[in-house]
């Protein structure tokens, strides 16, 4: 870490903490392809991950050059709930790492409030960050933008250079990258080259690592 003490770890939710993405990218596709706009989970998979769900359905509008049903991200929501409490699991080893880490620890990610509340509930990891979760809907712009990064810091009263990011998408990494913190890319679903290209110090893909690496 160099000459920055490091007084406080940032975990992004989906694909860092919970396993979620697999499944709601599927859902996406699925439901994408069912209201007139084919996508494979794969194109899915390689175009939107990190990216906040509003910028994904601009970018699909634009691609289609057509509008979206009026309650297209309503039903992508509702549609991903009963996968998700049958598929739902931690990332492995998380459980075990966030028992061990004794610095201060928060969520700052993307998806809506509700949306981290159920998956961490879901996965038994919610009283680990009880208090301490922030969403991109506190604040005017979404990930690659550092707002939700700066934010969280602010709230937990540290300085963004004495934090350290744990991102599995380019589009966070950028994020916390811009917001001068120390990014750690957690490639188990992702190119570790794009990560490390984003801004990642360090790019490991096994969570159980991490308490090493900090």
Partial sequence: MGKHQLDLIIFDCDGVLVDSEPIINR??????????????????????IGKSLKTCLEIIETSYNKPLPKN????????????????LK??????????QITLPKCVASNSSH??????????GLLHQFAGKIYSCYDVPRPKPFPDV???????????????VVIEDSPTGVEAAYAAGMTVFGYSQHSDGAALAA??????????????QLL
């Fill in 114 to 123: 509700r949306h981290i509340q159920m998956v961490l509930n879901l996965t």
């Fill in 27 to 48: 859902i996406f596709a699925e439901t994408l392809t069912e209201a007139g706009f084919p996508i494979t989970y794969a194109e899915v998979t390689q175009k939107f």
């Fill in 90 to 99: 931690p990332v492995p080893g998380i459980s075990e790492v966030l028992k």
């Fill in 149 to 163: 990064y700066l934010y969280a810091a602010e709230q937990m009263n540290t300085k963004p250079e004495n934090c």
């Fill in 198 to 211: 984003a801004g990642a110090k360090i790019v490991f893909n096994d969570m159980r690592q991490l308490c």
């Fill in 72 to 87: 297209f991200m309503e039903l992508c929501k509702e549609r991903e709930i009963v996968p998700l409490y049958k598929e």
